[in-house]
């Protein structure tokens, strides 16, 4: 499953909202934020892994059985009921979660180009600047983290290789969702921008 990384791309959604639709690459706009072109890169290194599963396979299995393998532990999208607060406390235990993991497909597949702690560092500080409370943002101990790789662990190769695979389609979609919220979240500054408006930040006088 070695290959090499690419160039970061945007991901959408297929109709469905399952991320194993067509992928479409579009330009990075100008007022794009820092922040959406970290969750666009780290979206972007795993755009290659349905080639990868498909030819690993020999075109025996499709992409989407992979749904029938999803791990209970692993996040995929930001629940509709939570708020943007929770929602990127949400998504910081997310990161956390698959980095733990993710030494899973390390094990499985040693050439595979995992995300890295820098890089999940990165979007967490891009998580703790719009957080109300970043304090609360707290990584997995030990402990846990060693409780989680139990949890997924399975005796024979075949489920081992679709446990990995599992664990990067998830983190795909986890990504793709990522790169939707801020995007959301950012859209009022963003359409100021594009009319050649300025955001005003108010703030309140001391008497």
């Known amino acids: 499953m070695q290959r090499a990384l690419g160039a970061p791309t945007e991901l959408t959604e297929s109709p469905a909202g399952d991320p194993s639709?067509?992928?479409a690459q579009e330009e990075v706009e100008d007022n794009t934020s820092d922040a959406v072109k970290a969750w666009m890169y780290a979206a972007g290194t795993l755009s290659g892994h349905e080639q990868e599963f498909v030819d690993e396979f020999?075109?025996?299995?499709?992409?989407?059985?992979?749904?029938?393998?999803?791990?209970?532990?692993l996040p995929k999208d930001c629940p509709s009921s939570y708020n943007k607060e929770?929602?990127?406390q949400w998504l910081a235990k997310g990161?956390?979660?698959y980095t733990a993991v993710l030494k899973y497909v390390a094990k499985e597949y040693p050439n595979q180009r995992i995300f890295t702690v820098a890089e999940r560092d990165n979007l967490i500080q891009h998580i703790k600047d719009k957080m109300r409370h970043p304090e609360h943002v707290t990584a997995l101990t030990r402990?846990?983290?060693?409780?989680?790789?139990r949890n997924i662990d399975t005796p024979t190769l075949y489920n081992r290789k679709m446990t990995a695979h599992s664990i990067l389609y998830t983190f795909r979609h986890f990504l793709i969702g990522g790169q939707r919220q801020f995007?959301?979240?950012?859209?009022?500054?963003?359409?100021?921008?594009?009319?050649?408006?300025?955001?005003?930040t108010y703030q309140m006088l001391k008497r």
């Open 143 to 149: 402990g846990q983290e060693e409780q989680l790789l």
């Open 95 to 97: 990161l956390f979660t």
């Open 58 to 73: 020999h075109h025996g299995l499709k992409y989407n059985i992979l749904d029938q393998y999803t791990i209970a532990c």
């Open 21 to 23: 639709g067509d992928e």
């Open 183 to 200: 995007r959301k979240w950012e859209q009022p500054r963003r359409s100021l921008t594009n009319k050649g408006i300025t955001p005003v």
């Open 86 to 88: 929770a929602c990127l």
